[in-house]
């Protein structure tokens, strides 16, 4: 909901300057997901992100740890690594212009005709070395910050590392990854993802298993949105029979539908029960509370990444600036991770970046025996929008969005961008001053 004069404007979704504070100011001063751990096992491993202009290396050293570079060479500019985005092996960076190398702790190491060039300028590391940025490691992930002044992963993650370390995220692998490239401003795409106001209307079938009613709770500059799921929606007509859905989501939990005693109304208590009285699984049942057994517990990760998390997996989704600079144009990843029992090899996946739209959502994610009915029902109905959205946002007769308290989540990220941009605030201010909001469920 807008506080006091607070708005959020409809040019922020397509201006080229606002993108470009966003860059400085945003992008570049917050902690962002990058690879999983497991992608850089071994000396010499390499992993290529893009993140919106720039390339970026991810290398494990000589001395075990995980760095991040620039992908760029500082003679003249020329990336390193050449590859598509994802993992590969180095034993040195060696520009394909001019042959200068660089070892893996991104000294500068050969420079052919040395003596041409100023040697002190050549010994100077900060001059000549590969440019590093922050990285740290946690929940399986590698993180890295583009800004010096950053607060520290934990500080920034605040009330959200208690919360998210119950689920053990580290245990996950990956199952399928896919980028989604959409005409549309990433806020767009996030904002539709961060409220549950628009089930009742474009999800109308998740009614019949989930609430379409989700608390919200804002944990400093990050946030928390409860989806119930196992029970229907008060909006649906029949409460008493078990669904098709229901019925999956009792099998789900080791419980025979054709045998269970109760209406529709008791399957989210039976599902809690069954997962509470398990042993020795691979899933986190046991440092779990009765909401997170059963519910999509979907946190937000400030400025631009959601996990939506359930006991059995959880999906990562991570928002992106496009490459080209286009305000217009943005990067989703959909990112699937799954909790594997010992001996269990993750299956093989394969990423690309498919532009939104020309191919049926459900195609394009290979979920295999994870399916759900996320992907279909609820995914491919969302990015079907946003470029709608986008467009209509544009329109002279659109002044600004009319937010309910349902959607609070939206005007309180736009509020700390606009806070970063203006000046009013540093990311360590908004740490300092962000509120956390206390619930029955810490979750």
């Not at 997996?313 to 594997?340: N, T």
């Not at 360590?428 to 206390?438: C, G, K, N, R, Y």
Request: with cysteine; proline share 5%; aromatic share 12%.
């Amino acid at each position: 909901m807008n506080n006091g004069s607070f708005k959020v404007r409809p040019e922020w979704y397509s201006s080229p300057e606002r993108a470009e504070q966003e860059w400085d100011h945003v992008w570049s001063a917050t902690w962002h997901m990058g690879p999983r751990v497991e992608e850089l096992t071994d000396v010499g491993d390499t992993f290529l992100h893009t993140f919106g202009r720039e390339s970026l290396i991810f290398v494990r050293d000589n001395d075990n740890e995980v760095r991040g570079y620039f992908n760029v060479c500082r003679h003249r500019g020329n990336r390193l690594l050449l590859a598509e985005d994802g993992p590969g092996f180095v034993r040195e960076f060696r520009c394909a212009f001019h042959g200068w190398c660089y070892g893996l702790d991104g000294g500068l190491e050969r420079v052919p005709y040395a003596d041409r060039f100023d040697a002190e300028t050549l010994a100077d590391r900060s001059r000549s070395g590969l440019r590093e940025f922050r990285t740290e490691t946690w929940a399986g992930w590698v993180w890295f910050t583009l800004g010096d002044a950053t607060p520290d992963l934990t500080t920034y993650l605040g009330p959200l590392k208690d919360r998210l370390e119950r689920y053990r995220m580290d245990r996950a692998r990956i199952v399928d990854y896919k980028t989604f490239e959409f005409g549309c401003n990433w806020k767009t795409c996030f904002d539709s993802f961060h409220e549950s106001y628009h089930f009742q209307s474009l999800h109308r079938e998740v009614l019949a298993w989930g609430n379409e009613d989700a608390p919200i709770t804002l944990l400093n500059i990050h946030s928390k949105m409860i989806n119930e799921y196992g029970r229907p929606s008060r909006l649906y007509e029949d409460q008493v029979s078990i669904n098709t859905m229901l019925a999956a989501v009792l099998a789900g939990a080791g419980i025979d539908p054709a045998d269970f005693p109760g209406t529709a109304a008791d399957v989210r208590d039976a599902v809690r029960d069954a997962k509470r009285a398990m042993t020795g699984t691979v899933f986190p049942y046991e440092t779990l509370n009765d909401s997170q057994l059963t519910d999509a517990h979907h946190y937000t990760l400030f400025p631009a990444l959601h996990f939506n998390l359930f006991p059995e997996f959880y999906v990562a989704m991570r928002y992106r600036p496009h490459p080209s600079g286009d305000p217009e144009r943005m990067y989703f990843d959909f990112i699937l991770c799954v909790p594997l029992a010992e001996g269990v090899t993750p299956p093989d996946y394969s990423h690309r970046v498919v532009r939104g739209g020309a191919e049926p959502v459900g195609e394009i994610l290979t979920w295999g025996d994870w399916k759900h009915p996320v992907v279909e029902q609820v995914l491919a109905q969302d990015v079907g929008l946003v470029e709608f959205v986008q467009k209509g946002m544009k329109s002279r007769s659109f002044e600004e969005p009319i937010l309910s308290v349902d959607e609070r989540r939206i005007s309180h990220h736009h509020r700390m961008i606009d806070d970063l941009i203006c000046g009013r605030a540093s990311v360590a201010d908004l740490i300092s001053t962000m509120p956390v909001e206390q619930t029955g469920d810490q979750g």
